[in-house]
């Protein structure tokens, strides 16, 4: 069912063969090749943030120095692969937002400085995914500058535009929305972008008002006379350009404003200098946007759109993240978009690191990619795109395949289908299972529900990867949702690193953190504190950072000296898996020895004959439990108050222990 340990296997036996062959007919002592990365068991990854995780030389921001120096602390819990943050430059401080995916982040160092990164985390034994974002890229990508600029760019085509998204839409015109039908229109995935500007050049506005003396149309004239007379206390604005206003003018009546304008968008009607609430926003109506020379254009209060000059034109471009910062990119069908020009350009990106020697990469937002989530476009480009980055990957020496997990933010059931394109994918579900279990103080469903989405993987993908984690830089902090406690958070720890599955540490959470994104984002991407006293890279960060929380005692340096931290916890289960193949590789199994008590969770952990007994106590209250035939003299880890009896095993509150049968 369950083929995690292949890589680790091939790797192994490949280590094995090299070493009898040389046995065999090389007397010579020479030294063995070393293995670029070395085999282990734990399947760890820890998914840090560049900005915010160690910054070597003090300016605030977090580096690839500073990752390199605190390698030994990863390798200490266990770590064998390390996800970064998005490392290219970008328009946000998270780095979502790509405007080059060839090169790095000067914030971060340099390319010589990720190079560094790499060779000498495999020279510890750890592997470095990339964060690559397939689904859109900046809107100030040149890419897309280009695109928006002239439709005859050789990128106009990397991403979507029309003059009518929701006719395309129905139609089936466009590719990348071409299963939903009508249904697949959102106003709010749609931008306006404009061509053409004004230049500078004289006008005079004349606005026409209702009855209620409110904005109702808008003409545009030519003159060669920008003086205005009358009086200037309409409280009527026309709004243009860079945040420029002009108050129109009352001249008898006639409300004019005539001005040497020029604008990059067009222009809009405001009856409040402060707020655009409250219906003080006039616009064009949606579709009906452009000014025509002495054309009276009739005003929306509603939709508000921006007012396009004569000069202009303009077209909608999609971002399905509701967000105008981002321009999704336009793979053309599925079936096909190995050929589009978007394909080739992210591939020839991901080939340049691959080749630098990264080994894997996290994909970002993988259902939003295509349009429809549910449809079977996204695993084909999935597939597409894994299948050209093995190629690379195999064609620069390597003997294993190359890693790759999607981000598909939803259900096991909605992201078992995704299996059929990438080999490993996050599971949302194994978090918001484990609060909940651990909320209610009720252990003894557990394990089955996280056995039911291993079912449900394994329908699409004989090895899948199961990327287990508890939060993420996307969610509420694991201990905001465990209301801060530290002995649930040291539970939902060892729960994460006894489990099946290839799990995440998300920073900060191996040191007990808490934040809640009702606040902001930033307050769940803290910056690790290293040392009691010292700072930490809180330069990106905005202020929103929760100082009190970055106390002394919460410190790196204070867990290390500290046997009852979380990061203990941390170590010590991460070090087992190390040592134990079964806790790190093996099938997990059900244990119905400790059925009679539904605090409890227990699991068996088997890997050829390595069999490991597993054993949380999700309540508050001590449990016992009887094994009757599991073994429960050998215990190699433990968390909380453990006792052992003859038969009898006593496990405090929130207390895990685990046997080597
Ligand atoms: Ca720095
Ligand atoms: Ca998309």
Same mark, same amino acid.
């Given at each position: 069912?369950?083929?995690?340990?292949?890589?680790?296997? !091939?790797?192994?036996?490949?280590?094995?063969?090299?070493?009898?062959?040389?046995?065999?007919?090389?007397?010579?002592?020479?030294?063995?090749?070393?293995?670029?990365?070395?085999?282990?068991?734990?399947?760890?990854?820890?998914?840090?943030?560049?900005?915010? *995780?160690?910054?070597?030389? =003090?300016?605030?921001?977090?580096?690839?120095?500073?990752?390199?120096?605190?390698? &030994?602390?990863?390798?200490?819990?266990?770590?064998?692969?390390?996800?970064?943050?998005?490392?290219?430059?970008? #328009?946000?401080?998270?780095?979502?937002?790509?405007?080059?995916?060839?090169?790095?982040?000067?914030?971060?160092?340099?390319?010589?400085?990720?190079?560094?990164?790499?060779?000498?985390?495999?020279?510890?034994?750890?592997?470095?995914?990339?964060?690559?974002?397939?689904?859109?890229?900046?809107?100030?990508?040149?890419?897309? !500058?280009?695109?928006?600029?002239?439709?005859?760019?050789?990128?106009?085509?990397?991403?979507?535009?029309?003059?009518?998204?929701?006719?395309?839409?129905?139609?089936?015109?466009?590719?990348?929305?071409?299963?939903?039908?009508?249904? =697949?229109?959102?106003?709010?995935?749609?931008?306006?972008?404009?061509?053409?500007?004004?230049?500078?050049?004289?006008?005079?506005?004349?606005?026409?008002?209702?009855?209620?003396?409110?904005?109702?149309?808008?003409?545009?004239?030519?003159?060669?006379?920008?003086?205005?007379?009358?009086?200037?206390?309409?409280?009527?604005?026309?709004?243009?350009?860079?945040?420029?206003?002009?108050? $129109?003018?009352?001249?008898?009546?006639?409300?004019?404003?005539?001005?040497?304008?020029?604008?990059?968008?067009?222009?809009?009607?405001?009856?409040?200098?402060?707020?655009?609430?409250?219906?003080?926003?006039?616009?064009?109506?949606?579709?009906?946007?452009?000014?025509?020379?002495?054309?009276?254009?009739?005003?929306?209060?509603?939709?508000?759109?921006?007012?396009?000059?004569?000069?202009?034109?303009?077209?909608?471009?999609?971002?399905?993240?509701?967000?105008?910062?981002?321009?999704?990119?336009?793979?053309?069908?599925?079936?096909?978009?190995?050929?589009?020009?978007?394909?080739?350009?992210?591939?020839?990106?991901? &080939?340049?690191?691959?080749?630098?020697?990264?080994? @894997?990469?996290?994909?970002?937002?993988?259902?939003? /990619? %295509?349009?429809?989530?549910?449809?079977?476009?996204?695993?084909? $480009?999935?597939?597409? $795109?894994?299948?050209?980055?093995?190629?690379?990957?195999?064609?620069?020496?390597?003997?294993?395949? /190359?890693?790759?997990?999607?981000?598909?933010?939803?259900? #096991?059931?909605?992201?078992?289908?995704?299996?059929?394109?990438?080999?490993?994918?996050?599971?949302?579900?194994?978090?918001?299972?484990?609060?909940?279990?651990?909320?209610?103080?009720? =252990?003894?469903? *557990?394990?089955?529900?996280?056995?039911?989405?291993?079912?449900?993987?394994?329908?699409?993908?004989?090895?899948?990867?199961?990327?287990?984690?508890?939060?993420?830089?996307?969610?509420?902090?694991?201990?905001?949702?465990?209301?801060?406690?530290?002995?649930?958070?040291? !539970?939902?720890?060892?729960? !994460?690193?006894?489990?099946?599955?290839?799990?995440?540490?998300?920073?900060?959470?191996?040191?007990?953190?808490?934040?809640?994104?009702?606040?902001?984002?930033?307050?769940?991407?803290?910056?690790?504190?290293?040392?009691?006293?010292?700072?930490?890279?809180? @330069?990106?960060?905005?202020?929103?950072?929760?100082?009190?929380?970055?106390?002394?005692?919460?410190?790196?340096?204070?867990?290390?000296?500290?046997?009852?931290?979380?990061?203990?916890?941390?170590?010590?289960?991460?070090?087992?898996?190390?040592? %134990?193949?079964?806790?790190?590789? @093996?099938?997990?199994? %059900?244990?119905?020895?400790?059925?009679?008590?539904?605090?409890?969770?227990?699991? $068996?952990?088997?890997?050829?004959?390595?069999?490991?007994?597993?054993?949380?106590?999700?309540?508050?209250?001590?449990?016992? /439990?009887?094994?009757?035939?599991?073994?429960?003299?050998?215990?190699?880890?433990?968390?909380?108050?453990?006792?052992?009896?003859?038969?009898?095993?006593?496990?405090?509150?929130? #207390?895990?222990?685990?046997?080597?049968?």
């Amino acid at each position: 069912m369950k083929k995690l340990s292949i890589l680790f296997a !091939l790797a192994a036996a490949f280590l094995l063969q090299g070493c009898v062959a040389k046995e065999n007919t090389d007397p010579t002592p020479t030294p063995e090749p070393t293995p670029v990365v070395e085999a282990g068991t734990s399947g760890i990854t820890y998914q840090l943030l560049v900005y915010s *995780f160690c910054d070597s030389d =003090g300016d605030g921001c977090g580096d690839f120095k500073g990752i390199q120096s605190k390698l &030994d602390y990863l390798k200490e819990m266990g770590v064998q692969a390390i996800w970064m943050s998005p490392i290219h430059p970008a #328009a946000s401080y998270h780095g979502y937002d790509v405007k080059d995916y060839s090169a790095v982040n000067p914030d971060y160092g340099t390319e010589a400085d990720l190079k560094s990164l790499i060779d000498a985390a495999h020279a510890k034994g750890i592997k470095i995914y990339l964060d690559y974002v397939l689904n859109h890229t900046s809107k100030d990508h040149p890419w897309f !500058l280009a695109a928006k600029a002239d439709p005859q760019s050789e990128y106009r085509d990397f991403y979507i535009f029309s003059d009518n998204p929701q006719a395309d839409i129905k139609a089936g015109k466009i590719d990348m929305i071409a299963k939903e039908g009508s249904s =697949g229109y959102d106003s709010g995935q749609w931008f306006q972008c404009v061509s053409g500007g004004s230049g500078s050049q004289k006008v005079k506005f004349t606005l026409g008002l209702d009855g209620s003396r409110k904005p109702k149309t808008l003409t545009i004239s030519r003159t060669d006379d920008i003086t205005n007379s009358g009086t200037q206390n309409t409280g009527i604005y026309l709004y243009y350009g860079d945040g420029s206003t002009l108050q $129109f003018y009352n001249d008898g009546g006639a409300y004019t404003a005539s001005l040497d304008l020029e604008s990059s968008w067009g222009v809009l009607i405001r009856t409040s200098l402060t707020t655009w609430d409250g219906g003080t926003k006039y616009g064009a109506p949606t579709g009906k946007n452009q000014l025509a020379w002495d054309e009276p254009l009739t005003l929306s209060n509603s939709d508000a759109q921006d007012i396009l000059l004569p000069s202009m034109s303009g077209t909608w471009y999609h971002s399905h993240m509701w967000t105008s910062w981002f321009a999704d990119l336009n793979y053309g069908p599925a079936g096909t978009c190995e050929t589009s020009g978007a394909f080739k350009a992210v591939c020839e990106s991901a &080939d340049k690191w691959i080749n630098l020697g990264v080994d @894997g990469f996290r994909l970002d937002a993988v259902k939003h /990619i %295509y349009h429809k989530a549910n449809s079977d476009e996204n695993p084909t $480009f999935l597939k597409k $795109f894994y299948d050209h980055c093995n190629a690379t990957y195999k064609a620069a020496g390597h003997t294993d395949d /190359i890693y790759m997990v999607g981000e598909h933010f939803s259900d #096991a059931s909605e992201v078992a289908p995704y299996y059929a394109g990438l080999p490993g994918f996050f599971e949302f579900s194994f978090w918001w299972t484990l609060k909940d279990a651990i909320n209610n103080g009720t =252990g003894k469903d *557990f394990v089955g529900t996280i056995q039911s989405y291993q079912n449900l993987y394994a329908k699409y993908r004989a090895d899948y990867i199961e990327a287990t984690k508890l939060s993420n830089h996307d969610e509420d902090r694991a201990g905001n949702d465990l209301g801060r406690s530290k002995a649930k958070m040291k !539970l939902a720890g060892a729960v !994460l690193l006894s489990c099946g599955g290839q799990p995440y540490i998300y920073q900060g959470e191996e040191l007990g953190y808490w934040g809640s994104k009702g606040s902001g984002d930033e307050y769940v991407r803290t910056p690790v504190k290293w040392t009691k006293n010292g700072g930490a890279a809180t @330069g990106k960060l905005s202020g929103k950072v929760d100082n009190s929380m970055l106390s002394a005692d919460i410190s790196v340096e204070a867990q290390e000296a500290d046997a009852e931290s979380v990061l203990a916890v941390y170590k010590a289960w991460g070090a087992a898996r190390e040592q %134990y193949p079964a806790l790190g590789e @093996g099938l997990l199994g %059900y244990c119905s020895e400790a059925s009679s008590n539904s605090a409890v969770s227990a699991w $068996f952990r088997i890997k050829d004959n390595q069999k490991i007994l597993v054993v949380h106590n999700f309540g508050g209250g001590s449990a016992n /439990i009887n094994f009757s035939n599991s073994n429960i003299d050998n215990m190699i880890v433990s968390d909380g108050q453990v006792s052992v009896s003859g038969k009898k095993l006593t496990l405090g509150g929130y #207390a895990s222990a685990a046997f080597l049968q």
